[in-house]
């Protein structure tokens, strides 16, 4: 009878109560005391202060509807993580709920996201979490691809963790342009793989990353040809005739050069490029594949 009394008592408080009023802020966010001042002045419960913030974060992910004020989500997160270093579950939450979509996959607040993560992993240097997260945000959001790889490459030492990761790394090498890099690590991965089926991915990825180098210097090509004569060149042959390359570049993967309809440099030996591919790329090749372009399976396209 008591508990049911108790339940209707706290239902009926929380029905009648008002919501949490906003806190006063400025146009750069909530106003916060100094974190020195409360370390000072609060010395002996930094804890509960702690969790005070982290209340304070939790509601205001509650009450926020624009990207202004999820963007106040970090400033509450920070201060508790301030306050207590070690509380690992607020910088995680904090860093996932601060970037906000303005729609069209517009992302803000998403450098907040990663000083958090990155404070994070200077508390917990070994957290794979922060480090996926983290991989994630640059990856996505700041197109970071060597920073992405770097962390990923990070996680991939851990024992447990998914193939894919220093496969994705590789990739992600590439995009950045960086391919003494990823063949490094391709080669690392190889030399250290413990069953055939993956030393021969790795050994196809070396070759891939060879050949997506080659790719890039005829689009450099290419770009240079256009910037000079106001016209895209039609053939690779043409870049060589003309000065452009220096010989007739090999594939290391045994196909033929070709330059597509949007003028980027591909391979007979696989339409897809060492690359990251968003819905907009799919799109494009979608389209060179139904103007006639070479016929591949679409297994092709991987970490």
Known sequence: MRIVVLCLAVCSIALLADKPAKPLRTKDGPIL??????????????????????????QQVGRANTDTEYRDVFFYSDLATDLDPKFRFVYEWGAITTPFNLGREQWVNTDLSSRLLTKGLAAFPEDRRFLFQLAYNKMTYDRDYKMAADLLMTLSKFPDIPQYLPQLATRLYAQAGHFESGLHMAEMLRDSAEDDES???????????????????IDDAIEAFQNDRGER?????????????????????????????????????????????????KKELREELEAGGIQLDESEVGP
């Open 33 to 58: 005391p100094r974190r020195e001042m409360l370390e000072v002045l609060g010395a002996a419960y930094k804890p509960l202060l702690a969790d005070f913030y982290w209340i304070q974060a939790i």
């Open 199 to 217: 030393r021969a991915f790795y050994e196809h990825r070396i070759k891939e990353l060879l050949r997506e180098r080659v790719l890039t210097q």
């Open 233 to 281: 060149p039609q053939t690779v042959s043409a870049l060589v005739r003309e000065g452009y390359l220096n010989a007739m570049p090999e594939d290391p993967l045994e196909g033929q050069f070709f330059i597509d309809r949007r003028g980027r440099a591909r391979s007979t030996s696989g339409l897809y490029r060492l690359e990251m591919y968003d819905d907009a790329k």
